[in-house]
């Protein structure tokens, strides 16, 4: 089992950067892919983008559009999301899952994520 919790959201004004954590705990995460999604009220579950288990970064180019970068920490058992030029259309709940590493991973599919975080918020003010 693994658990992620995510932080580092909160209220920001437009323009500003965050960078929120994605902590796991009751496994390594080396082995995995890390998924970054968010969910503003009313609308579906949008991909964010993803950093695999060998460390390479896939984005969703529509939403973020050079904006927000993925990292990760194997020592820390941590991965990241850099959020920068932050715009009120990114107001959110943020989400991180964890997924076994393999080829051919379809990031933005939800059900290939074995284990999820409880999300933390990210508001961004006009």
């Known amino acids: 089992q693994v658990q992620l919790v995510e932080s580092g959201g909160g209220l920001v004004q437009a323009g500003d950067s965050l960078r929120l954590s994605c902590a796991a705990s009751?496994?390594?995460?080396?082995?995995?892919?890390i998924g970054w999604f968010r969910q503003a009220p009313g609308k579906e579950r949008e991909f964010v983008g993803a950093?695999?288990?060998?460390?390479?970064?896939?984005y969703n180019a529509d939403s973020v559009k050079g904006r927000f970068t993925i990292s990760r920490d194997n020592a820390k058992n941590t991965a990241y999301l850099h959020m920068n030029s932050l715009k009120p259309e990114d107001t959110a709940v943020y989400h991180c899952?964890?997924?076994?590493?393999?080829?051919?991973?379809?990031?933005?599919?939800?059900?290939?994520?074995?284990?999820w975080g409880q999300g933390t918020q990210v508001t961004v003010s006009s």
């Open positions: 009751g496994r390594t995460l080396s082995g995995y892919s």
């Open positions: 899952a964890a997924g076994p590493g393999r080829w051919g991973m379809n990031y933005k599919l939800g059900t290939e994520y074995s284990y």
């Open positions: 950093i695999d288990w060998r460390g390479i970064s896939i």
